[in-house]
T-cell receptor
Framework: KNEVEQSPQNLTAQEGEFITINCSYS?????LHWLQQHPGGGIVSLFM???GKKKHGRLIATINIQEKHSSLHITASHPRDSAVYIC????????????FGQGTRLTINP | NAGVTQTPKFQVLKTGQSMTLQCAQD?????MSWYRQDPGMGLRLIHY???????DQGEVPNGYNVSRSTTEDFPLRLLSAAPSQTSVYFC????????????FGPGTRLTVT
């Protein structure tokens, strides 16, 4: 079993829909990262969380440390949100090493 | 700031050739890392550095070598390229060791024939 599991692996929705992407992990962590990767493009950091909730524009990220679970929400989705969303965790042990989920491919149709 | 830069963007190598992927950052970040991204798999850590002169192995270090002579630069060397090293390579940096935002380079797409 991977240390970081994302669901769903693929998600297609219509413009305007509310989107939820889930991330579960099995190790103790010091932080969790949500990243975005556009087709053929680089990777950008969306959020870094160690507790609670963060919001940036239409994006909201939450984390439940006790349940080892995080969610990324997109409100009023738009075709430009189409991308791969990647969850990554930093474990407590050792120097900063990220363990990545396999990513969720999101497609928003107009 | 240019952020994290990588060169080249694309490279084709023949089996057995060697080459260096360049990575540089201008944010005075201590932590730098190299990852590879393969279809169907998450990003995997190859090597990382916690500061100039200090490097360590990640999850998939075999066939790769790194050095960190300056804070800004963190090159990745392929010693003898193999088809299994066909991948997209990303360099990343962050200010500190834990719970700091990650900055990624644009990636290098490497094909080994």
């Amino acid at each position: 079993k991977n240390e970081v599991e994302q669901s769903p692996q693929n998600l297609t929705a219509q413009e305007g829909e509310f989107i939820t992407i889930n991330c579960s992990y099995s190790v103790g962590i010091s932080a969790l990262h949500w990243l975005q990767q556009h087709p053929g493009g680089g990777i950008v950091s969306l959020f870094m969380l160690s507790s609670g909730k963060k919001k940036h524009g239409r994006l909201i990220a939450t984390i439940n440390i006790q349940e080892k679970h995080s969610s990324l929400h997109i409100t009023a989705s738009h075709p430009r949100d189409s991308a791969v969303y990647i969850c990554a965790v930093e474990s407590f042990q050792g120097a900063q090493k990220l363990v990545f989920g396999q990513g969720t491919r999101l497609t928003i149709n107009p | 700031n240019a952020g994290v830069t990588q060169t080249p963007k694309f490279q084709v190598l023949k089996t057995g050739q060697s080459m260096t992927l360049q990575c540089a950052q201008d944010m005075n970040h201590e932590y730098m890392s190299w990852y590879r991204q393969d279809p169907g798999m998450g990003l995997r850590l190859i090597h990382y550095s916690v500061g100039a002169g200090i490097t360590d192995q990640g999850e998939v270090p075999n066939g790769y070598n790194v050095s960190r002579s300056t804070t800004e630069d963190f090159p990745l060397r392929l010693l003898s390229a193999a088809p299994s090293q066909t991948s997209v390579y990303f360099c990343a940096s962050s200010y500190g060791g834990r719970a700091y935002e990650q900055y990624f380079g644009p990636g290098t797409r490497l094909t080994v024939t």
